[in-house]
DNA sequence: TATGAATGAGAGTTCATTCAT
DNA sequence: AATGAATGAACTCTCATTCAT
């Protein structure tokens, strides 16, 4: 077993932290006694409880658009596979550090500096990726034509969702949206969205899944 | 012109700041000062910040709550009117006090013991009520058999979205989500997914629409 | 016996302190513990500590410079009768609270922005008046004519040396600066420097004093 | 170009954070890093902070006391000039490193037991070697009888003040007390009072320079 | 109701020094 | 001789609340 470093156990330490109580409502103290560590370390290393903080989400943000740049540059059959498939890798990103990104997109419900400098980097280029897949799918006649942001902001809400809302769904529906289960369940409802609502496809029977035959 | 209350003076300011910079990043001093009253009465109204916080959102939810159930007694055609007249209650009630909606849903993104109880109490009801009504539609023929389920979460989702995103929306769409004009455009937007997705109806022609049309 | 509320049980033991450790050797813990009261008092009467420093400094010096412009306004036969009773007046408000005074002339020794603001303010005004003074008495032919500034540097700096030195004087010649009979004893040396030395008056005989013969 | 050693770096730096911020407002970290060296090297090298900076003050002092000595041991026609020579030669050393002689007088305003030693050796002994010298007048009949002591302090006085006061002096009065300039002047004010004050000279006529005829 | 003072706990950060390398 | 990490104590200041008036 690979013995993890200080940086790396106050990390751990903080994600899980923030994750639960929030940014303010988390000390330094609370970070250094989880992590088993001297609290001056984190303004030595991080220079503050702040800038841990900072790194964390640029870091998730960094990895995010990576993924989503890489994956829109793989070939694919037609472009509502290679949404799909994008989506899916975004999905799965998320799932497998679903501690960071829930507490990502927390923070991006709050106004501050550090957010507007978010939006204006990653998120910009976020939302410019998509428009170029949606654009491109409606000139091409695979997808139809319709309000783009719209769809943009409905494709995002839907992508962000189960890390927003991970205590709506696990108190209500007993769904946990860090297990590789529900990605593919949540999957299936994502493709039927693509297929009905951006290429309009007329449904020719009742829905159908062995998966969840039972949530009907 | 009608004298604010202290009560209310309190309130208010609290509203903003917990908005603003969230429950733990706001203090009962600045909450005060922004009040322009004494520090000690928010402890004296309110029992302290804890009081004042739980007595906003639980007050949010008693009011979006009955809104909901009083919306889902009134007479409709349809079913599928009357899912659309709801969802237009809803936005509207949200976005007549945004502030304390945004503030709310941010809340419940947090895993504490106050966040378990009022799933418990409130989101709960809310679940079975568009349980009740989507079921009905379902056995009725209305809308299209698939699984109950992910159509709340998908349902509720889209209505909490303007309220949890609303900077999303601000700096990278130009939305804002608590001005009428949003909600009449987001409506058309949700009306489709309600005609297309929950009953299944073909779209024989391209999207038309005046409001939106340079979107395209 | 007069009660001593809280805001000078903190001046005066901040002033015990900063005398003895300097501003920077001195923690409000110190401060509070001495004073015997809240540490958080320090900061909410006096903004902090430097706030409290502050108000220490930017007084004594509105009373210094109160004292000397009054006691200039004062009538006298001669000018240098004028002058020896200011020079006693300044002796005798610094000798009243020497700790404050020793506190403001190291604190003057120090180059900040402070420093430089006090400067400006304060020890401008009062060599403005002492150029008054010393160019009144040129013009009128009672001091001799001699480079102004070299006199009201030497002045000043034996009016503060006292307190700039305390230790120095104490430790090597038993003298006590903040000692009534100090200041007779040093009035004697001022008096023989401004008749001599400004008056430019001849040593007629050997020098005499009955207070002091000890010490040929 | 001579390369600085480490050791050398760190006193510089030292030096110059003494000077502007005091001991205790001076951190081990600024002067490594103004320095350019690793913290842990003041700890290795002098064995802490407090080392290093006795260490400065130590060695000031020791040169100090040495140029003294060796100054009173030189041949001189009258006793004045051996005062005048050795005034002027403690001023130019001072003056060749004026951050440290300004950072050791004022550390002297302190009271501490660093002080006290540094009083009960090397100030005593410069006590006594005035005195010696003074005594020596007053017997040859060089000088005036006065008391010795004040007569002591008042020169010594004058000649730490433009390190004690070097703000004063450059704020108010233009006047930088490092440069040779400023020496030759003040030299001028002193030789003056040597021969006033110590000797008795009777002024003939009106003050002569024509350095400082400007300043009348 | 309303106020300003007071409290004790805890916040984040910096401190001088020590340690292993 | 030099380094970067680590330590535990101390720093100033703010926190939510309580108290007497």
Redesign the interface.
């Known amino acids: 077993m690979k013995k993890e470093t200080t940086k790396e156990k106050m990390l751990d330490a903080a994600i899980r932290l923030f ?7 988390t000390s330094v103290r609370d970070i250094a006694q989880k992590a088993n560590v001297n609290v001056a370390l984190i303004s030595y290393h991080f220079g503050g409880k702040k800038g841990l903080y900072e790194q964390l989400i640029i870091q998730f943000f960094e990895d995010y658009l990576h993924i989503l740049e890489s994956e829109l540059q793989k070939e694919s059959e037609s472009l509502k596979d290679l949404l799909l498939q994008v989506i899916r890798a975004l999905l799965e990103y998320q799932s497998k550090q679903y501690l960071v990104a ?1 507490m990502v ?2 923070e ?4 501050s500096v550090l ?2 400098e978010l ?2 980097t990653y ?2 280029k976020e ?1 410019h990726e998509f428009e170029q897949l949606i654009k491109r799918g ?1 000139t091409g006649g695979e997808f ?7 769809v943009i ?2 494709l ?3 992508i962000t ?1 189960p890390y ?6 696990r ?3 007993q769904l946990s949206s860090n297990e590789p289960y529900f990605i593919d369940r ?1 999957m299936e ?1 994502l493709t ?2 693509v297929h ?2 951006l290429c ?1 496809e ?2 020719s029977q ?2 159908q ?1 062995s998966l ?1 035959a039972q ?2």
Chains 1, 2, 3, 4 share one sequence.
């Open positions: 994750h639960t109580q929030g940014y303010a409502g829930r997109h927390r991006m419900t709050l106004d957010v507007r939006m204006s998120l910009r939302k409606m139809q034509r319709q309000p783009v942001d719209y902001i409905h995002r809400t839907m969702m927003l809302s991970p205590h709506y769904l108190e209500l529906y949540y409802h039927r969205w009905t609502w309009g007329v449904k009742p829905y899944s969840s949530l009907i």
